[in-house]
Structure formats: C-alpha cells, structure tokens
C-alpha cells in the first residue's frame, strides 16, 4: 500500500518509493531518510500528511505520499 492509505499513528516500513524516473523527487524524498527498511509514522493528515521519519517530522503532500510503497 501506499502511504496514502496508512492508518494515522502507526508505525510502517518503508517497502520502496516508485517515482516513476523523477529522479528530482526520489532524490528529495531519499534526503528526508525515506528509503527501503527506514521506519515512518503518519502523525496528522489534514490536507497534506505529516510524517515522522527518524527524529524529524516532515509535512508531505499526496502526490509525495503515494510514491512511498510501506509494509505495516
């Protein structure tokens, strides 16, 4: 599943990030520390979602969110 579609406040897997070639985005979501095995949490989801990856937390829109592939 995407993360789109992850629960608000538990803890998922990162399984892959398909950005269908956007080498410009994989490359900013890899420099948040979103890669394959990195743990993420959906903290709030109003309009956009806010992740905990690591010890940061990060504002992300949809479009970024349904490139992020998570395993609960």
């Not at 950005?19 to 949490?41: A, R, V």
Request: aromatic share 6%; charged share 30%.
């Amino acid at each position: 599943m995407n993360l789109n579609e992850a629960d608000t406040g538990l803890e998922y897997v990162i399984t892959g990030v398909d950005t269908e070639g956007d080498d410009e985005m994989e490359s900013f979501l890899f420099s948040l520390g979103c890669y394959s095995g990195e743990k993420i949490t959906v903290v709030d989801r109003k309009k956009n979602l806010v992740v905990s990856i690591k010890d940061a937390r990060y504002n992300i829109d949809p479009e970024l969110a349904s490139a992020i592939h998570v395993l609960a």
